[in-house]
């Protein structure tokens, strides 16, 4: 015993300083148990006189018929050893084998056995792990590459998409940096141009939950930016004669919406109705950012549903000064004046825009600037409003001494500059 013990150690000393790690328990055991059957026929010859020929005839024909008996487990426990030697993996790693991948938690003489995505436990007997190719996704330990292919209408230029899906990805928490994700065309389909998206994750199983989120975001991303997803033959648009009976088409619910804001009350029915043209609807998913404080702008924003949080930072922290609903609207000072954004607005749902911005306001206040005065008093007001709110008592628009019919002036200077009415 003491004999066996010592040419285990040594054959562990050697399997360390080559392979770098310590052998397995698995391999270690078969060396023991080879090392005392030859113990046991030396016994058997030298105590016994029994003849090492007979004996070795004798374990063959033995070893024959065990070994179509337990062709299989013996298949597992060879297959085991090679996995055990090579080390393809390790008891941790996320690994594919055959068309079936999963977490390594044991390696045993018979069996590897991983734990699925679906959090199931998988048995797969070694010779079968052995008879496959095996892809092992952590190893090496650096950032772990994915692709996801994207198909976009013909209608989109390639840099336009390109450009939004980049934007898009810096905005995903969790991608690596470093190498940084990529965009390409990689192909012209029948219905569609194939766009490649491949980013990096530190983590192999990190990547669905981080695949689902750019995926979530391509949507709200696609539809700002008017990018179409075709189906994978042909798009078929249906034009309805006229909206279902008791149903308020996007317009008319815009238009009733304008009409209880006092911003817009200066405008004929006509000018409103010319308003109305010259929205347009945005979405957003829970949690973007949809203006950020002190960023440019030239938006004016209506919530069609949904809701919105309002922060401004205060001592060098965001506090929370608002909760915007449907019907409500933020953005009105940069629609008019291109003033820096006063506050960072935040999707608290998904939430549905309408938007305008300075081009399509320019021509409607250029055909009639009178309208500019009476915006101007309109936005004193609610400036002054929210002054007194907030208990400020100085704005950017006001000195010492200032009075609301020179705060007035002043907003209306810079309407008036910034149209150039």
């Known amino acids: 015993m003491f004999f066996v ?45 029994v003849e090492l020929a007979l004996f070795l005839g004798t374990s063959a024909v033995v070893g024959a018929v065990v070994g179509l008996a337990l062709q299989d487990a013996l298949g597992n426990l060879f297959a085991g050893i090679a996995l055990h030697t090579e080390a393809p993996f390790r008891v941790g790693d996320w690994v594919k084998v055959g068309d079936r991948d999963g977490k390594v ?46 198909g976009v209408s013909y209608h989109t230029p390639p840099n336009k998409v390109v450009s939004v899906l980049e934007g898009l990805l810096a905005q995903v ?39 689902s989120e750019i995926q979530r975001l391509v949507w709200y991303h696609f539809r700002r930016h008017g990018i179409e997803i075709p189906f994978p033959s042909r798009n078929v648009y249906l034009h309805e004669a006229r909206a279902a009976e008791g149903a308020e088409s996007p317009a008319k619910r815009l238009e009733r919406a304008l009409r209880g804001i006092d911003l817009f009350r200066p405008l004929s029915d006509d000018e409103l109705r010319a308003a109305v043209g010259r ?18 702008g030239d938006s004016f924003f209506l919530i069609d549903n949904g809701e919105v949080q309002v922060s401004k930072k205060m001592g060098g922290f965001p506090r929370e000064l608002a909760r915007l609903m449907e019907g409500q609207f933020f953005g009105e000072m940069a629609l008019l004046t291109g003033e820096p954004r006063a506050a960072t607005v935040v999707a608290a749902s998904d939430v549905d ?34 002054s007194q709110a907030q208990g400020d008592v100085t704005h950017r628009f006001d000195t010492p001494g200032n009075n609301p019919a020179e705060l007035k002036a002043r907003i209306l200077d810079r309407i008036r500059r910034y149209f150039g009415v």
Request: glycine share 6%; proline share 6%.
């Open 173 to 211: 928490q969790g991608l690596v940096t470093d190498p940084p994700p990529g965009v390409r065309v990689v192909h012209y389909d029948e219905s569609a141009i194939r766009y490649e998206v491949r980013y990096w994750v530190s983590a192999y199983e990190d990547y669905r939950r981080i695949e």
């Open 105 to 150: 938690e044991q390696i045993s003489w018979r069996a590897t056995r991983l734990r699925t995505w679906d959090g199931d436990t998988l048995t797969v007997p070694n010779n079968e792990v052995a008879r496959h190719a095996i892809l092992n996704f952590s190893v090496p330990r650096a950032p772990h590459s994915r692709l996801l292919t994207i």
């Open 5 to 49: 013990r010592a040419i285990g150690l040594a054959f562990q000393a050697v399997f360390r300083h080559r392979q770098g790690m310590t052998p397995p328990a698995l391999l270690d055991s078969v060396i023991a148990v080879l090392l005392y059957g030859i113990g046991a026929a030396v016994v058997a010859h030298r105590w016994f006189g």
């Open 353 to 386: 825009l309408f938007v305008l911005d300075k081009n399509g306001f320019q021509d409607i206040i250029a055909a009639n600037p009178e309208i500019a005065v009476d915006m101007s008093s309109i936005l004193a007001e609610r400036r002054e409003a929210l």
């Open 279 to 296: 929205f347009r609807p945005l979405h957003y998913s829970g949690g973007e950012r949809i203006i950020e404080e002190g960023a440019p």
